[in-house]
């Protein structure tokens, strides 16, 4: 009778093993989906401010309006990532 | 030496940023007692903080940005890209550390923060591209207006 109980005791062990390690790898692939998700807006907001500055330079007296929507172009992008992550927190925790 | 970035009086991002906290400050009341009606005041709390967020986000990209623009061009795409990853951390912390807490109703916290982000964006583009468009209509502060008379 003893027996059986360890028996059953080992197999609840490597159940709940299991469902860790499923828990482990479920983190493991929303923080790669996120970390995918913030990769794109980093090209994004990096070609987009390299091309301001670049406009600023040759035409500095448009810097205020290239500023500008070059401030609103980099919230915009950022939007992408924002959304990734809420997804993911949706995901994850809810 | 002046950097093509420098302008003088006000820089444009900080324009935009008040100008959004303006507009935050009118949809927010409305935003939150329409989630306080769906969730009740755990909505409406997560709501809150979610906006708050947001607005924070802005006004921190805005100061980051013009502190760059005054020193150098390199500095305002330094600024840009570390900026990008310092406030995606920090939203990140700010929701992890209260995710478990009472008051926290994700569902409304991530629409808020998705919603508010997007809907302030396109009202601010709207206002950007009127003023671009027919720079005559952009209003001038009262200030200006009695020095020209």
Redesign the interface.
Known sequence: MSMLAQVTTAAEAVALTAADQKSISAAGYAGLAYGLA?LG??IG??Y???Q??QA??RQ?EA???V???M??G???T??L???G???F??LK?? | MTSPTHIDGDAPEAMIARDMVKKAAIVGPILIVAFGFIWGVHGALSTAYGLAIVVANFVLAAAMLTWAGRISPGFVMGAALFGYLIRLSLIFMAIWLVREASWVELVPLGITIVVTHLGLLFWEMKRVSLSIAYPGLKPTPASKESTSK
């Open positions: 913030t807006p980093g907001i990096g987009l401010v390299g301001s500055v600023m330079a500095p810097a205020g309006m500023r500008t929507t401030f609103l980099i919230a915009f950022e939007a990532a924002l959304i992550f809420v997804v927190i949706l925790f809810v």
